[in-house]
């Protein structure tokens, strides 16, 4: 129901910074939750950051203080600040978006390939 497509990821030197950004299209949908997860090879999905139409965020505990997630006031585009990037932090971003109308949906980006290099 709704199509995101991420921007942003690219290599980049350990302490610098990113901003990822992710937008949303489709005929008719309403985001209700939107959020960026990452997966580094060999391991499985993580959660990232997450944000509500309240505004009300979580973070996982590795970016908290480092990273800081945003939305537009449509909730049609949602953005991922990274700051003091880790080689840790190295892996394909995907953003996310659930709804509920005008039916429920769980939508995912291709992703974006981010590398921290030391």
């Known amino acids: 129901q709704v199509q995101l497509v991420e921007s942003g990821g690219g290599l980049v030197q350990a302490g610098g910074s990113l901003r990822l950004s992710c937008a949303a299209s489709?005929?008719?949908?309403?985001?209700?939750?939107m959020g960026w997860y990452r997966q580094a090879p060999g391991k499985a999905r993580e959660l990232v950051a997450t944000?509500?139409?309240?505004?009300?965020?979580n973070y996982a505990d590795s970016v908290k203080v480092r990273f800081t997630i945003s939305r537009d006031n449509a909730m049609s585009t949602v953005w991922l600040q990274m700051n003091s990037l880790k080689p840790e932090d190295t892996g394909v971003y995907y953003c996310?978006?659930?709804?509920?109308?005008?039916?429920?949906?769980?939508?995912w980006g291709q992703g974006t390939q981010v590398t921290v290099s030391s």
């Open positions: 944000i509500t139409r309240g505004d009300s965020t």
């Open positions: 489709g005929s008719m949908f309403s985001n209700n939750i």
């Open positions: 996310n978006a659930r709804g509920s109308w005008p039916t429920s949906y769980n939508s």
